[in-house]
């Protein structure tokens, strides 16, 4: 049976968007409308799986449709809205909390780096946040999930939950198992400062990453302060192998310049870092500075934003009831 294709995927309204969640996600977001329908969630009961000001939620919520927008969303073809509007996720949620194993959650690596070394004072929340991207996923059916490589382990829970409830109601193909679309070079953006963390909004040190918002000043300062290596450029992969930050710039570099990375290593072999940065950043600017002079361009007209969340729950509530009833028949609720 073939089923028709449906990308879904969501980002966290917690604030500063980096090159980390560009490569590794917006930018795929935005060539997928090309060829598939589209839902791009504003995921805020993700968010508050750790405290939030409720201000600054509200802010960050906008501020992240901006962010998609400025990338390159188009809400004329994609559904954009925040995942609290549409109630179904959270009755979803529930459903699949008693799907779901709690052995199953034990595992997620996530969990066990963001609770930390206290678990008992992590939220409930917190714990079960993948069930809550199963739900969010299995709600429109969705069959491709466009994330980068730290989300892979959800996905996969999500298909084995989706398989579950196959299973326990009796409903073969009920829930396409859907399927993960990582980035091959770029799915996993390193910390500009220490190579083997991925850069993420929450490092303390804002010279770690570069936010979609940054000037073409703060990206010139930050390229070269970037943490890179003493010797020259080599000609092989190999040979970076120890050197991840090396390593990460040059990724960075190959991504942006839309060049495989072979064929950056014969244009920089032999070259100090100080060049690959002077040429990194001048790429970067091209590409980044644009979209943060759009972002900030965009907050200042608060009620478009608002209007485009509204228009966006609209169309994805009609997708989530219509899903809904049918998944509230299976498992035998009135
Ligand atoms: P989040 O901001 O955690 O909601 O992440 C939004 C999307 O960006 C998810 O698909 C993540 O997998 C992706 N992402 C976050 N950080 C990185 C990174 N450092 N490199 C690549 N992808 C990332
Ligand atoms: N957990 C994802 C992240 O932190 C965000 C997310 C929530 C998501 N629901 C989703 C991603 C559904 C893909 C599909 O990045």
């Given amino acids: 049976m073939s089923k028709k294709k449906l990308a879904f ?17 917006l930018k795929n977001f935005v060539s997928l409308q090309k060829e598939m329908e589209c839902i791009y969630c504003v995921v805020d009961l993700h968010a508050i799986t750790v405290f939030q000001k ?3 939620l509200r802010n960050n919520v ?25 109630s179904g ?9 008693c799907v779901s194993r709690m052995g199953w959650l034990n595992r997620m690596t996530q969990f066990k780096d963001k ?18 991207m199963a739900a969010d996923i299995l709600l429109y059916k969705a069959t491709h999930v466009p994330v980068g490589a730290d989300q892979k382990q959800h996905l996969e829970l999500s298909r084995d ?14 829930f ?6 990582i980035p091959k070079n770029v799915s996993r953006i390193m910390s500009l400062r220490d190579g083997t963390k991925k850069m993420s909004k929450s490092e303390e040190s804002d010279y770690s990453r570069i936010n979609l918002k940054d000037t073409a000043d703060e990206i010139n300062k930050k390229i070269k302060k970037a943490k890179s290596d003493s010797e020259q450029i080599p000609d092989n992969l190999k040979s970076l192998e120890k050197k991840p ?17 072979d064929k950056v290593l014969i244009e920089m072999s032999g070259k100090e870092y100080s060049y690959l940065k002077t040429k990194l950043a001048e790429v970067l600017v091209e590409t980044i500075a644009p979209v943060g002079k759009e972002i900030k361009k965009l907050l200042g007209d608060r009620s478009h934003l608002e209007q485009i969340l509204k228009k966006g729950k609209q169309k994805a509530n009609i997708i989530a009831e219509e899903n809904l009833k049918n998944i509230r028949e299976k498992v035998g609720l009135i």
Avoid: M
């Avoid at 906008?62 to 549409?86: C, H, M, P, R, Y």
């Avoid at 996720?89 to 909390?97: K, T």
């Fill in 9 to 25: 995927s969501g980002v966290q309204p917690t604030g500063n968007l980096h090159l980390g969640n560009y490569l590794g996600a």
């Fill in 54 to 56: 409720p201000e600054e």
């Fill in 62 to 86: 906008l501020e992240t449709v901006a962010s998609f927008l400025a990338t390159g969303l188009d809400s004329e073809k994609s559904i954009i809205f925040n995942q609290s509007a549409v």
């Fill in 89 to 97: 996720h959270a009755e979803l949620a529930w459903i699949l909390n």
């Fill in 115 to 132: 609770a930390g070394a206290d678990k008992e004072k992590a939220s409930v929340g917190l714990y079960i946040y993948p069930n809550l």
């Fill in 161 to 174: 939950i989706a398989q579950k409830f196959n299973n326990d109601f009796n409903c073969k193909n009920f």
């Fill in 176 to 181: 396409p198992l859907p399927e993960a679309l």
């Fill in 245 to 261: 930050e090396a390593l990460n710039l040059l990724n960075i570099y190959s991504e942006i310049s839309r060049n495989s990375l």
